[in-house]
């Protein structure tokens, strides 16, 4: 079966770090260009970081760049998403999923058509 499974996440406070993973099953992750999306409560889901397996460039969301940071672990068949000085803004549940490529259309198109078959994702808080 091929799927993604999320893990990592928690309550944080703010300023606080966490690692997100991002496992698949089924299939070879370091062959597939993988995006970390995140959905905040009341929110449409948006793109946080994307990794291009075209050109091995990874890609970060304004919001986020300069605190986090994605990375590969071929070994392990995974991708992971090291999330410091967060705040109360980065509260969401997070996503990975592997869109067509890293551009804006591609990961629009991922939240507009995938978001449906993404995994349960997993939770990140960040309060005092």
């Known amino acids: 079966q091929v799927q993604l499974v999320e893990s990592g996440g928690g309550l944080v406070q703010p300023g606080g770090s966490l690692r997100l993973s991002c496992t698949a099953s089924?299939?070879?992750?370091?062959?597939?260009?993988i995006a970390w999306f995140r959905q905040a409560p009341g929110k449409e889901p948006e793109w946080v970081s994307c990794l291009s397996a075209t050109d091995g460039t990874t890609y970060y969301e304004d919001s986020v760049r300069g605190r986090f940071f994605a990375s590969r672990d071929v070994a392990k068949n995974s991708v992971y998403l090291q999330a410091n000085s967060l705040t109360s803004e980065d509260t969401a549940v997070y996503y990975c999923a592997a869109p067509e490529r890293c551009t804006l259309v591609a990961l629009t198109a991922e939240i507009i058509d995938g978001s449906d078959r993404w995994g349960q994702g997993t939770q990140v808080t960040v309060s005092s």
């Open positions: 089924g299939f070879t992750l370091d062959r597939y260009t």
